[in-house]
């Protein structure tokens, strides 16, 4: 049924651990335990050899877009390998049964630990700096280190996947993209994406460039500090976007950052993911920053948070201040 490889990409793949349907059955206690649920299927639990454990994501006959998901994922997963990408362990294709055998990521996703789904703790905020460090470096990967580049296109909280360290890695890349030539820098597509973290000049234009993740990547940024809903119709700006720039407007910027913090953060460091995360969702993809220069940022907040000094809140205060006065009003994007 792997007709969507080419001969070269077969010879690849079978170097690959290839189950049977029986085998998937038996690895997943006739699929017992159920991780999670996406436009794909169901992902369940798994244990390869009783010592490997794995999570097997299992194509639904009802899914309109599976099989398209599933020859995407193949293909990105057979030639991409980084720390920061969730790896593939194996697959099975046995007549109408397609699966997808991943490592398994034991504490689930970020928008689990935010919302506080997966356990009673509170996600430090060093703790998500070292995951938005992880995410930026996985996707920096697939925008420079991939040739042809790759566009993830479905950057959110919930396909950030922490394992057993709480080293996020990035996943589902069932609506990823390449550029066909190693040269061209966009490409025309149909849109796709998630609701609020799409990017809205790729929304406009059907012009999908690298840029577009950066600009999905903001807005977890905006996640991780402000632990918010993307969009909430109740708030007097229902996109974060648009609420994080006219609270920081107001002046009102203690009401910014996740009060689950209980203030436990190098000011400094909080107030730069904010410019920087805004710096991601401005509404020109051209002035948006590059993954590149996104990692070397986080890179030297966590730098500040791991070097906290004698500093008062009152001089943090005044820098955070003047960091909004000077913030540039035309990142904010209409709420869509």
Same mark, same amino acid.
């Not at 651990?17 to 699929?31: A, D, G, H, K, L």
């Not at 690298?210 to 940024?221: A, C, H, N, Q, R």
């Not at 002046?251 to 996740?258: E, V």
């Given at each position: ?82 720390? +920061? ?38 996600l430090s905020w060093k703790s998500r700096l070292g995951v938005a460090v992880d995410a930026a470096l996985g996707l920096e990967y697939l925008h ?12 959110k909280s919930t396909n950030i996947l922490l394992n057993e360290s709480f080293q996020g890695k990035l996943a589902d890349f069932g609506l990823s ?86 203030e436990d953060y190098d000011v400094g460091s909080v107030w730069k993911v904010i410019e920087l995360a805004m710096s991601c969702v401005n509404i ?31 001089? +943090? ?20």
């Amino acid at each position: 049924m792997l007709d969507i490889l080419n001969i070269q990409n077969r010879h690849f793949f079978s170097k690959k651990i290839r189950f049977t349907y029986f085998e998937v059955q038996e690895m997943t206690n006739n699929f017992k335990r159920v991780l999670g649920e996406g436009g794909f299927g169901v992902v369940y639990h798994g244990c390869v050899n009783d010592t490997q454990q794995v999570a097997v994501k299992l194509l639904s006959p009802s899914s309109s877009q599976g099989y398209k998901h599933f020859k995407a994922e193949v293909e990105l997963l057979m030639r991409v390998h980084h720390i +920061n990408l969730v790896s593939l362990v194996g697959y099975c294709d046995e007549g109408d049964h397609l699966a997808l055998i991943y490592e398994y990521m034991p504490n689930g996703d970020l928008k689990q630990h935010l919302s506080r789904k997966h356990g009673g703790f509170v996600l430090s905020w060093k703790s998500r700096l070292g995951v938005a460090v992880d995410a930026a470096l996985g996707l920096e990967y697939l925008h420079t280190g991939c040739k042809p580049p790759m566009v993830h296109r479905d950057i959110k909280s919930t396909n950030i996947l922490l394992n057993e360290s709480f080293q996020g890695k990035l996943a589902d890349f069932g609506l990823s993209r390449s550029f066909p030539l190693a040269n061209e820098t966009q490409v025309s597509t149909v849109v796709a994406g998630t609701p609020g973290y799409l990017d809205p000049e790729y929304y406009q234009t059907n012009w999908l460039t690298e840029k577009s993740d950066v600009y999905s990547f903001g807005i977890v940024l905006l996640e991780l500090i402000t632990n918010r809903p993307i969009i909430q119709q109740s708030r007097e700006k229902p996109h974060i976007v648009e609420w994080v720039g006219f609270v920081v407007r107001t002046g009102d910027i203690g009401n910014i950052i996740d009060p689950n913090l209980h203030e436990d953060y190098d000011v400094g460091s909080v107030w730069k993911v904010i410019e920087l995360a805004m710096s991601c969702v401005n509404i020109s993809s051209a002035i948006r920053p590059t993954m590149s220069q996104v990692v070397n940022d986080l890179k030297e907040c966590v730098a500040s948070e791991n070097s906290r000094t004698g500093e008062t809140r009152e001089m +943090n205060s005044m820098s955070s201040i003047e960091f909004s006065m000077d913030m540039d009003t035309e990142v904010i994007p209409k709420a869509r």
